[in-house]
Structure formats: C-alpha cells, structure tokens
C-alpha cells in the first residue's frame, strides 16, 4: 500500500483514503488539496475536468474533519476525492452536458446518486468532460473541449464518459461517476485502464441524470480497483420513489462479495466476440486474463450469442429514437439557449437547435425522428425492439451454461484523436462488445488486463444475471489478486 504522505495521495485509492483518513495519518482536507494541486499539475494536459469546484471542495473537507474531531462515526465514503460526469444534476456548479444548448444552466437539486454520495461523505471536485449528451465513443463531441488520454496524449479516453476515466487514470480524483448507454462506462475505463462497472438496469436511480436513450441509460462508478467499485455501489445501489424503472430489490453489501474464491464458477467465452472485428493484441490479452481465472479453479466452456451480429444496428435505431423525444425539450423556450433576432416561432425553433446541438447530436436526433416518422415505425423501430428481445433471450441461454460471460470491453485499445471522428460508422462498431448488455439490461464490468505492445491499456469484461452484480465483483477481484499485473502509472508528469 502507498504510504499516506502529501506528495501521494492523490495516488491512493478510495479504500486506502478512507483508511488514511479514520486513521489519523492524512485529514480530509489534506486529501483534497493533494487532488486539487493535481489537477492544477496535470489537468492542462488531459483536460478531464470542464469545472473545479476548489471552494466547495475544501469547504466540505474541512466539515468531515471536524465531524472526525468531534468524535462522531463517519460515513463510509467521508473524505474521498470524486468527480461527476458533465450530465448529473447538481446544485452545485453547472450541469450542461458539455453542450452550447446548456451553458451556464445550474440544476436546483441534487439527482438521487450524487446525493447518495454526498451523503455518504464523498467530496466532489468537478465535473468533467464527455461527448455532448452522452453522444459519443471518443470525448471529442464535446462543445467544450477534447480530453486526452492519460496514457498517451495523442489517444481518446473513449467516450461518453472520457472526462470522469481520464481523471480517474490521471490520478486527479480517487474515484468518478459516469453513465453507460451503450459502453460509455466501460469503453473509456478500458481505454485509460480504469474499473468501470454498468449495472442492471434499475439497479441504480436514473433521477437527476440527463436523459440520452431512457431504456438504455444506467449510471455506475469508474474507479482504481475493484474494492472501490464495490464501495461506490453500495452507496448509489437501491429503489428509489423518484424513479419508477428502479427495482424493488433491496441492495446488498457488495463488499461482501470481494472474495478470492472462484472455484466452480462456470465462465463463458461467446464465439462470435472472438472473430475477425477482435485485434490480435486484445484477442491474446483476454484468453490470458481467462486463463488465469481458469488457474483458480474457474471452468471455460464456450457460449454463443448469435444475434450479436445485430446489435450494432439494433442499439442506433432504439437509442437515436429515444434521443429524439428526450431532446425535444431543448428547443429555446422551456429549456437551452435562445438564437438570437429569430424571426419568428418556427425560425427561432430552428436557429435554437441548429446553433445548440452539435452535428453528432443532430445526426441522432434526425435518425431517430426518422424511424419513429410514419410509414416507418414498424419497418425500423418495431423491428429494432423484436431484435432487443433475442439479444436478450441470447443471453438468457448462455447463462444456463455458464454463471458470468468475459470477453472483450473493445476491439482495440484507445486509437488515435481525429482518426474516426469523421467516419460515424467506423466509431459506432467500436462499442460492438460493450452494446448487448445495454440492450439485454444486464450488468457488466471492465477490469484492467494488462498494457498492449503499444503500452495501452486493455479491457477484460465480464457480463452477469440481471441484479447478479457481485459475481462480476467477485470475479473481478479474483483476478485482481492473481493477474500479477503491474501497468504502472500513465506517462505523464
């Protein structure tokens, strides 16, 4: 365990923060103002973060070490340093989904996850930066700004949710808070070799998230290790009145499930994620990461999910037709920014949302409104929602055979800033692994596997049952304690 001084704790994870913190060997405030000085180090590089909140940060810090002072029992979380997607409601600074159609508009309410966090006793510093509405494989869709990856400046941090894996990876908060709607948890914590975990769908409260594709979306945490993943789920997980989609399932203490103890556990390997679109760097790094799941007493049997060829087509024409009708609220009058000397209701309509909405955003939102318009609903958007069911019954088979499925998070580790920011095409099949369990509304988690020969970071997931989180975490642990991997730090100073 890194040793708790001021030049590295920003380097710690969230358990060894609360640690350091209950322990007397590092305040509060201290932690922050590391993390802080971090970000004012590096942050001008990688450009996770769209606002810092210093002030309020420090301020909060110094109520959990008097609470400490006082004698009082702090809450699982007190002390540790986090960041926010750029799409959760806050009242603290600006909620504006890196998009020009929400600059300057501020949330007046805490969604239900953040405050579950603050509650908890987590300290946020900022919100970072993502593709404008969550639209996005690479981060470079924001109106904002592009964030790097930590790894090698010239790569995307994978996307939406580039901005919350960059600071995780760059060591600029302890822990983030993304969302996933077709990998945008777990593709950008494959490409900055972060924890990312989507889980089922209901599992976490929605409220207070700014809606992409309402089917689709789910919100989960980005972090160092698999212990924090845990730790941030057991603070955000559970029903909730203010969101009708969460379950009524009570939420388990998942870090009880942090056991080194996978001996039986039946893991599937799907076929068709190990075909031509899989390069070979990644095809040799997930069958090792597998086999040291097998060297613990797991058994490999193979699996297939034969309506995977689909999804890719599935996911865009369910997802864009949601984002048409959650983005029709955006038009210059009940919300967003106004154009300016509109000639009249239907010009100002037209300039609002011309001028607001980026070209990937309008791109979705006219291929959604197109295969919801008349005449065509049945031939894409009904037919989309028939193949959602077969994706889910794919995966409802191939769990009578196996407990978790692992396979890849992404073809291929993080490319190149600009290369596939002009083909929309070759950018959507890069979630090709992570779009399914989307669709199916199952969990998933990505756990780091290892550098590539280019030393970036590759992705292992792994994919459970409905509400069957902890298996994921288990295993995932599991191979934590036994990978022996040692990626190192992100090259940057």
């Known amino acids: 365990m890194t040793t708790a001084t001021q030049p590295e704790l920003y380097h710690l994870t969230a358990h060894e923060i609360r640690d350091a913190i209950r322990e007397g060997r590092a305040t509060a405030l201290e932690v922050v103002n590391a993390f802080l000085a971090r970000i004012e180090a590096v942050d001008d590089k990688v450009q996770a973060y769209v606002d810092v909140w210093k002030d309020k940060a420090q301020e909060r810090a110094a109520g959990i070490d008097a609470r400490l002072n006082a004698g009082e029992t702090l809450p699982p979380l007190a002390g540790v340093p986090m960041s926010l997607k750029d799409l959760f409601c806050t009242e603290d600074g600006t909620t504006t989904c890196c ?124 972090t ?135 070209p990937e955003v309008q791109r979705r939102i006219i291929l959604g409104t197109y295969v919801l318009s008349s005449g065509y609903h049945d031939a894409y958007y009904l037919k989309a929602q028939k193949v959602r069911r077969l994706v889910l019954e794919d995966f409802l088979n191939a769990f009578e055979q196996c407990d978790v499925i692992a396979g890849p998070t992404t073809p291929a580790s993080a490319f190149p800033v600009g290369e596939k920011v002009t083909d929309p095409l070759e950018m959507y099949l890069n979630d090709i692994y992570t779009i399914s369990s989307n669709l199916a509304g199952i969990p998933c988690l990505s756990t780091p596997c290892g550098l590539t020969p280019e030393k970036l970071p590759a992705g292992l997931a792994l994919m459970g049952r409905h509400f069957d989180e902890e298996t994921l975490l288990r295993t995932a642990y599991t191979y934590e304690q036994h990978a022996g991997l040692d990626m190192g730090r992100p090259p940057i100073s």
Request: with cysteine.
């Open 99 to 222: 998009s020009r159609f929400l600059q300057g508009y501020r949330s007046p309410f805490n969604g239900t996850a953040v405050q579950r966090l603050y509650d908890a006793g987590a300290i946020p510093l900022g919100k970072t930066n993502m593709d404008e509405f969550a639209m996005g494989s690479s981060t470079e869709n924001s109106a904002i700004q592009k964030t790097y990856n930590p790894w090698d400046l010239s790569r995307v941090p994978g996307g939406s949710s580039g901005g919350s894996a960059a600071s995780v990876a760059a060591d600029e908060c302890a822990f983030s808070m993304g969302s996933d709607t077709g990998g945008s948890i777990r593709g950008p914590a494959a490409f900055c070799g972060c924890v990312g975990l989507k889980p089922t769908y209901g599992r976490v409260s929605r409220q207070g998230l700014v809606a992409f594709a309402s089917s689709l979306d789910q919100i989960g945490p980005l």
């Open 224 to 358: 160092k290790d698999v212990e924090d993943a845990a730790l941030v789920m057991n603070a955000i997980a559970g029903q909730d009145p203010q969101d009708s989609t969460t379950a009524h399932l009570a939420a388990p203490d998942y870090t009880t499930a942090l056991r080194d103890d996978i001996q039986g556990l039946r893991i599937g390997l799907p076929k068709e994620y190990f075909e031509e679109a899989l390069g070979d760097a990644m095809r040799e790094k997930i069958l090792t990461a597998v086999s040291v799941l097998e060297s613990q007493g797991a058994e490999v049997v193979e699996v297939s999910l034969p309506h995977t060829q689909y999804a890719v087509a599935t996911y865009y024409v369910i997802c864009t037709a949601e984002a048409s009708a959650n983005l029709a609220r955006f038009d210059g009058v009940r919300y967003g920014a106004r154009a300016e000397n509109a000639r009249d209701v239907r010009s100002m309509y037209h300039e609002s949302k011309s001028q607001g909405f980026g």
